[in-house]
């Protein structure tokens, strides 16, 4: 049987960033769960070349736990590695490797358990979830859980082990990201009644954007998130051909993770609202065919604290798991999905968030033992 450290080594080989297909690692992945009597299934993206896959164990019934970790990784591009982040390397207690903590290390003691478990045994079921594209906007999890209840599947209990060193975590931020586009109409700058400087506009909406930040950071309270507050950012700009040319295009780029108790749609519809009544008036006095266009390009949903921490409670007590600290986190996961079905989720998987996306990520050895011990228990419990 391989162990862990094992698994992940060939996890890490398959270079899943997001840009790139994932189907190399799901058809590995499925010819072993299948052969450990797995029933699976896969759901697609449009262009087939990406793949969710959805592993059950146990009785075919509703109930059960669903153990979900993604299947991409972020770029190395630009980064200072040390060593081949595709080829795992042990030094020093730690694993190093692209995608070991976010989230490859979840996925690789689940398999190491699963090997070596009397799965027969189980009377209520056990599900193995991997996703595509979550690093992305959380695009492929939807479509998974969709096909899942669909088939008249869904757990008591959903466990998203992204890495929070196996504390549980009981509520995250919303992500929110929108393209926004406005066209104006060129014209020589010395003649700016002839057309409309898309850039000028755009501005305008970002100063407001920016506004919305400072009032969003002024009504922070204690939340358990760091930063306690829904911030705001514009990420990516382009517009212009020429400083002597009024700008016919603009567009930006912008995204705001909003508290897990805050209604994600509120700034979008604000900064629509504002357009419309302030930024296109204007752009469109010289030129009444300029618009303004918003384009929304991700929405990753809040989990939000379970009333009766019926999920943390359950989790909690397994053995492996750490409970204290906030209970909250800023970064975003594929955990309000699974709320918004209906399951009982928390957060809980082995690794640092510090080490996501670095160079040099890396987990501890520890770390992987830990989660075992949690999945161990997990298949007890259901046995």
């Given at each position: ?7 992940l080594a060939k996890?890490?080989?398959?270079p899943?960033v ?12 499925e ?14 993206n ?16 509703a109930?059960g736990v669903?153990l ?17 982040p595709?080829?795992?390397v042990q ?9 070991t ?8 003691a689940?398999?190491?358990v699963?090997e070596?478990?009397?799965l027969?045994?189980l ?14 906007g ?9 096909d ?12 998203i ?15 929110n990201v ?13 003649q700016?009644h ?13 100063d407001h954007l ?6 969003k950071?002024?009504a ?5 998130c760091?930063?306690p ?5 514009v ?6 051909n ?5 700008p016919?295009?603009?567009e930006?780029?912008?995204?705001y ?5 805050e ?6 519809e ?18 009444p ?7 929304p390009?991700?929405?990753v ?6 009333p ?5 409670q359950?989790?909690g007590s ?13 970064f975003?996961?594929?955990a ?6 209906g399951?009982?989720?928390?957060v ?7 080490q996501?996306?670095q160079p040099?990520?890396?987990i501890?050895?520890?770390?992987l033992?830990r989660?075992?011990?949690t ?6 419990r259901?046995?």
């Open positions: 049987m391989r162990t862990a450290n094992e698994y996890l890490v080989a398959f899943t997001s840009r790139d297909s994932n189907l190399a690692l799901i058809d590995w992945a010819e072993l769960l299948t052969e450990w009597g797995g029933r699976c299934r896969r759901t697609w449009e262009d087939r070349r990406k793949a969710n896959l959805w592993a059950s164990f146990g009785p075919e019934a109930g669903v979900s970790g993604h299947t991409d990784v972020v770029p190395v591009d630009g980064q200072d590695w040390s060593s081949d595709f080829r795992l030094r020093d207690g730690r694993l190093y490797g692209r995608g903590t976010d989230m490859k290390g979840f996925a690789a689940a398999l190491a699963l070596r478990a009397d027969a045994a009377r209520q079921p056990l599900h193995l979830a991997l996703s595509y594209d979550e690093e992305v959380c695009l492929g999890v939807d479509r998974m859980i969709d899942a209840l669909a088939r008249g599947i869904r757990p008591d209990y959903a466990i082990g992204e890495p929070t060193t196996m504390q549980i975590i009981s509520a995250h931020k919303s992500i929108f393209r926004t586009r406005i066209t104006g109409k060129a014209a020589h700058s010395s700016p002839r057309g409309a400087g898309a850039i000028f506009a755009a501005g305008r909406l970002i920016y506004r919305i930040g400072e009032e950071r002024a922070a309270g204690e939340n358990g760091e930063p507050w829904t911030t705001v950012q990420g990516v700009i382009s517009g212009g020429a400083v002597n040319i009024l016919a295009e603009c930006f780029l912008w995204e993770r909003a508290l897990p108790d209604a994600p749609d509120e700034i979008f604000r900064m629509k609202a504002f357009a419309r009544a302030e930024v296109l008036p204007a752009l469109r006095e010289f030129a065919e300029a618009a303004i266009f918003f384009e390009l991700a929405r949903p809040p989990l939000k604290p379970d009766d921490g019926q999920a943390g359950w989790v397994l053995p492996g798991t750490r409970v204290g600290g906030s209970g909250a986190v800023s975003a996961t594929e309000g999905s699974f709320q918004r079905a399951i009982h989720t928390v809980c998987g082995p690794g640092s968030i510090d996501a996306h040099d990520e890396f501890e050895f520890s770390e033992t989660c075992e011990s999945i161990e228990a997990i298949i007890e259901l046995s």
